[in-house]
């Protein structure tokens, strides 16, 4: 008599939980242009939601702590002038974001930890390089301030978002439009999903596809792709009879598939969300009203059901907080920021445990907010795994840090060697003495300007305390 043996696994018993009404944002009109990106981008800090807006693309930012119901004056970040198709926050600054639009820019924003009093107009830098709309955003893991973006024009473009200036751009690799981009752990090669139904991994530096397998997913319909903590590739698509399909690959040997599983019949992209310190993917279709999440292991099949979240509402798209952002004390394995028509709702997984200690076989060290490279370094060949943080006495996020952009100009010149470049300490006393005076004489026209309001109030005063007493 043979006995079925069940699979052991710390995370078989991972359920989900939606937070309470309370918890939400309500009063959000989230935006209704066709497009499949998750439309919401959460951070330890901040959560992020592509909004509908007339005349222009926006979206609006709110601190973790703001929920209920939102003024409809909230502000907005406003800038694009045709809607915003994507955002991402920086990994390595918790203050800055990033959003592509159908206007072909890619726009960088610094957002004040403070609750502004006006829309937010002006970005830090405007990166302009495509020709077609840009629907694709994704920071490097590791290097500081490098920011891939990916256009209808076929083109990835690699930026360095502290110049301007762009790294890479690779322009003849793909032969239609690109559907998904994503780096490894180290951000040193790219998995890519394109039109033309071929899966790519891409070495960004040299300009080169490294491996490559035509119809990983035999459907016409978008495939994703994301990196698993093993080096393998994960990816979801839909077979020739349009059943959505999820598959695990070997870069190394792109002829046979580790696993591929059929799922449903349903028209949603499903839209991968990879943990790498669990090893869960969760899947997330676009109008759908669940959540499938599977553990990847070494072991057959390779890719294990867990569970699947349901709820009434189909979401419309969908933020997943990075791990240092969760409540360990909880056992919170996992936070999504489900969109719906005219809120955000948050979900919670959490793994089942009695004891309230730190469970350290659930939170291993994770990436943190410093990057382990400069954008130069990186470029010039370096790789350099993410800088860990332990989670066993939580997160705090670091207060504001402002991202500076320098611009190199060919025009500047640098001042001329030799005496002539070093200022005498007399000129410089001089120039000091110039600058106190010309302080104290504006602040000598200040005093006499507020004086002159005061007197004019006092008169006004007066008149109002006649008026009255003539009426009476």
Known sequence: MSRRVVRQSKFRHVFGQAAKADQSYEDIRVSKVTWDSSFCAVNPKFLAIIVEAGGGGAFIVLPLAKTGRVDKNYPLVTGHTAPVLDIDWCPHNDNVIASASDDTTVMVWQIPDYTPVRNITEPIITLEGHSKRVGILSWHPTARNVLLSAGGDNVIIIWNVGTGEVLLSLDDLHPDVIHSVCWNSNGSLLATTCKDKTLRIIDPRKGQVVAERFAAHEGMRPMRAVFTRQGHIFTTGFTRMSQRELGLWDPNNFEEPVALQEMDTSNGVLLPFYDPDSSIVYLCGKGDSSIRYFEITDEPPFVHYLNTFSSKEPQRGMGFMPKRGL????????????????????????????????????????????????ADEWLSGQDAEPVLISLRDGYVPPKHRELRVTKRNILDVRPPSGPRRSQSASDASLSQQHTLETLLEEIKALREQVQAQEQRITALENMLCELVDGTD
């Open 327 to 374: 409540e360990v004390s909880k056992c919170e394995i996992a936070r999504f920021y489900k969109l719906h028509e005219r809120k955000c709702e948050p979900i919670v997984m959490t793994v089942p445990r009695k004891s309230d200690l730190f469970q350290d076989d659930l939170y291993p060290d994770t990436p943190g907010p410093e990057p382990a490279l400069e």
